[in-house]
């Protein structure tokens, strides 16, 4: 079994920072990307940004400039940095990843249980 428990959510002024954790855990052969979605109830889900075992990040345009997504390869843990916070930043923050369970097992894909950030005044 594998677990993805994230943390680091909460509630922010606009132009504030929050950082947020994803920790994976469980039976792990390999993770390839790991990386961060979010949703509100009028959006679909959408990438937000995302981080290769080689170590190339690729950022929905929105947030060019202003997260930073990063790795820490031997805690199989993920991070985004997000400074300089908006409004329309506030949403439900999913924490993704693409892991190999056993080298005879392909890469299947396993989400967190979301943490909210709301960007408020």
């Known amino acids: 079994q594998v677990q993805l428990v994230e943390s680091g959510g909460g509630l922010v002024q606009p132009g504030g920072s929050l950082r947020l954790y994803c920790a994976a855990s469980g039976t792990i052969f390999r993770i390839t990307a790991m990386g961060w979605y979010r949703q509100t109830p009028e959006k679909q889900r959408e990438l937000v940004a995302a981080?290769?075992?080689?170590?190339?990040?690729v950022y929905a345009d929105s947030v060019k400039g202003r997260f930073t997504v990063s790795r820490d390869y031997a805690k199989n843990t993920v991070y985004l940095q997000m400074n300089s916070l908006k409004p329309e930043d506030t949403a439900v923050y999913y924490c993704?990843?693409?892991?190999?369970?056993?080298?005879?097992?392909?890469?299947?894909?396993?989400w967190g249980q979301g943490t909210q950030v709301t960007v408020s005044s």
């Open positions: 981080i290769t075992s080689g170590g190339s990040t």
């Open positions: 993704n990843a693409d892991i190999r369970t056993d080298w005879t097992r392909p890469t299947s894909d396993y």
